[in-house]
């Protein structure tokens, strides 16, 4: 029973503490109509006035808080904007684009040949090896196969050859395909401006691009991998950046992902993993392809930094790829990320989207026959690409077209659009807006936070040891207990406080004390007296 009422009396002293520290607060806080709502001695009586300064007070600091929240809310859920910069922004100052050229046939029929014969002589048939490069297309489409490919897959790698190395062989060669090359109205040699890639089209061609696109059998030999150098033009029109006469090859198709003959282009940036959305038109046989370029330049404040990454929705080149041999762009974040889930799923990565330093970062293997029904699984419940887009141009024919198509990559115009994105509510203009808020509707700043930290963090101790040492000074001296009423014979008259004042004055006048110095007169209408202070005794009981 003794625990139980020191813990009720250690909780009244806690809650006396809570409530003379708030009204220590509100009559010092320097909040506007705070101090109304005080015990002061002008307002301590006046219960009604304290009630309305209350209201407005609340009113207040709801209303402080509903327009805190819509600024926290616009932040979050606009954390960036972008403006328009520059109309006029200069081309020349922009790096030309690679151009990577894919052909609708995936297996030449002579390397085909050659291929067969080269397996033959370590044990494969004929027969075989056709079927296994008929099936090849199905690793870029996902398609499933039967349980023989599978079988001569296994045999395949145990003869030394993989998946990856027989498509790369058996792919139309750069050299046949590419004819004849002008760069900017001069011929240049085009294996110096072509070299062999490996994008989700299979083998290709490409000018301007990354060595990180090349395959591993015809990359060079050094560990860190040379960025492509930037090509500028200075002059826009046909025949101010690339032309390519192609051959197309309809005599050796074999095996194509398309119902007609062509080549497919795709325009990019040189750091790029191309995608669907970088295909841009195709070439055929007899037929001048005029690709026009107008490029659109996205810059971005520093000032972005300062927005958390999930917010602003967009990353700097460092906070984006952990692969860190490649740029980091949109197209390779979505590819990397591609090939990450498709890796935790199926324990591979697809012959078509792979690139060697992510296959080393994550330490799977390429995706095989085997693989194809977890690789259809996931294409037919995730999308990954962007739409596609395919423009396909026609123009006026102006050399032989019996064999070659012709195309040309240009800039569109001298100027291009350039944005500029940064963030809508810096953490600044937020502090900003909040002291703003806060100073309209409480008058209120830092200063009265302080206040706020100091009455609410060190005054409840002040307070707690004050009112313990009283509590501890009643017990050591209490107050006398009157168990019984005992009358005493007053001199005179009653003591001053015993009756109200004014029955003891009016009875001193009509007895005619001497203490008053009363004189009456016979006539009793003239009345006068000696005036003396009168000191009201408080008796406490």
């Known amino acids: 029973m003794a625990h139980f009422s020191s813990i009720l ?17 509100c009559e010092n806080s320097s909040l506007h109509g705070l101090r109304y709502i005080g015990r002061s001695r002008t307002m301590r009586a006046n219960l009604l006035m304290r009630f309305v300064w209350s209201v ?49 046939n995936k297996i030449h029929s002579s390397k085909a040949e050659e291929l ?126 690339l032309s390519v006469v192609l051959d197309v090859g309809e005599n050796y198709y074999m095996a194509s992902n398309r119902f007609s003959y062509g080549i497919e282009v795709f325009v990019h940036r040189s750091f790029d993993f191309p995608d669907f959305s970088d295909y841009m038109a195709i070439v055929e ?56 889930y498709i890796a935790s799923v199926c324990k591979c990565i697809p012959l078509w989207k792979q690139t060697v330093e992510l296959q080393a970062l994550l330490e799977v293997p390429i995706c095989g026959f085997k693989d194809l029904t977890c690789l259809m699984d996931l294409k037919q419940r995730v999308s990954f690409a962007s739409e596609q887009i395919s423009e396909i141009s026609n123009t006026t024919p ?12 240009h800039f569109r115009s001298t100027n291009c659009l350039k944005y500029r994105r940064e963030p809508f509510v810096t953490w600044q203009s937020l502090v900003a807006t909040f002291g703003g808020i806060f100073g309209l509707c409480m008058g209120g700043s830092i200063l009265s936070l302080v206040e706020l930290l100091y009455h609410f963090g060190i005054t409840p101790f002040i307070v707690y040891n004050e009112l ?16 019984a009423i ?41 009345t006068r007296w000696k005036q003396h202070y009168v000191d009201e005794l408080k008796i406490i009981p």
């Open 398 to 409: 102006q050399i032989n077209f019996s064999a070659y198509g012709v195309l040309h990559v």
């Open 116 to 241: 067969t014969v080269k397996l033959m002589a370590i044990g494969i048939d004929a027969n075989d090896t056709l079927d296994i490069l008929y099936n090849l297309p199905r690793l870029s489409d996902y398609r499933s196969t039967d349980q023989r490919m599978l079988l001569l897959e296994d045999l395949l790698l145990s003869k030394g050859y993989s998946l990856e190395r027989l498509a790369l062989e058996a792919a139309p060669p750069c050299e046949t395909m590419v004819v004849h090359c002008l760069w900017l109205m001069q011929p240049v040699q085009c294996d110096q401006l072509f070299r062999r890639t490996k994008i989700f089209a299979g083998y290709c061609c490409s000018f301007n691009a990354d060595v990180f696109l090349e395959p591993i059998f015809t990359r060079p030999n050094n560990s860190n991998l040379p960025a492509s150098e930037s090509i500028y033009v200075k002059e826009v029109g046909k025949g101010e950046g």
């Open 468 to 483: 313990r040492e009283k509590l501890s000074k009643r017990k050591a001296h209490p107050s006398p207990t009157i168990n």
């Open 486 to 526: 005992v009358h005493l014979d007053y001199p005179g008259h009653q003591p001053i406080g015993y009756f109200r004042r004014r029955e003891v004055l009016t009875r001193a006048i009509n007895n005619g004390d001497a203490m008053w110095g009363v004189t009456k007169k016979r006539s009793g209408l003239d």
């Open 9 to 25: 009396s250690a909780v009244k002293l806690a809650s006396m503490t809570v409530v003379q520290t708030f009204w220590i607060f």
């Open 56 to 104: 407005i007070a609340m009113v207040s600091l709801g209303f402080t808080l509903m327009l805190a929240n819509s600024a926290w809310d616009q932040f979050r859920s606009n954390p960036t904007m972008t403006t328009i910069e520059t109309t006029s922004y200069p081309v020349s100052q922009i790096p030309f684009p690679s151009v990577t050229l894919c052909n609708n």
């Open 285 to 340: 046989r007899g037929k001048e392809t005029d690709v026009s370029v107008l490029p659109t330049i996205v810059s971005a404040s520093s000032t972005l930094r300062t927005v958390p990454l999930a917010m602003r929705g967009c990353a700097f080149d460092d906070e984006g790829n952990r692969s860190t041999s490649i740029p980091y762009t949109y197209s390779n974040c979505m590819n990397e990320c591609e090939q990450r």
